[in-house]
């Protein structure tokens, strides 16, 4: 079987297998919570990651004829949505090579702050004004 990888985004909130708690994705790639799955509602994510995918399949609907593949947690096998390959209607292609998680499906976590980052995406490196060089340089003997 081999080893079996398991892959983090990180991220403030975080979206799991409700089963055991595989990490799945964050709420930064979420594109849109307006979805309506099996179980209720679901969420668009742009990013989602240990999952596997069934064999692509054509199936109906409501926005029309989409071809689909399942998605299951890596980890326990258990489905957790699905994942549109193909949209024939123009409008509805916004959704190709993203996943559907449902709710019912999944838990949101608590996530964590990077450290090496500000915890917003943005590197925390501190600025030398050019006032705040010239007192260093004249303290060094330069």
């Known amino acids: 079987m081999g080893r079996l990888f398991i892959e983090h985004l990180g991220g403030k909130r975080m979206y799991v297998c409700r089963k055991c708690n595989t990490y799945l994705t964050n709420k930064d790639e ?3 919570n307006r979805f ?3 179980t209720g509602r679901a969420y668009l994510f742009d990013r989602v990651v240990n999952l596997e995918y069934s064999e692509m399949k054509a199936r109906s609907m409501i ?3 989409h071809f689909v593949r399942d998605v299951s947690c890596k980890v326990c096998k258990t489905k957790v949505g699905w994942m549109y390959e193909f949209a024939f209607e123009k409008n509805e292609q916004y959704k190709e090579n993203r996943v559907i998680l449902e709710k019912k499906l999944i838990k ?3 996530g ?3 450290p090496l980052n500000g915890g917003d995406g943005t590197e925390k490196n501190q600025t030398i004004t050019s006032s705040e060089s010239n007192s260093s340089s004249s303290s060094s003997g330069y």
């Open 30 to 32: 979420m594109v849109s």
């Open 36 to 38: 309506t799955g099996a």
């Open 63 to 65: 926005t029309g004829e």
């Open 108 to 110: 949101e976590e608590k």
């Open 112 to 114: 964590f702050d990077d």
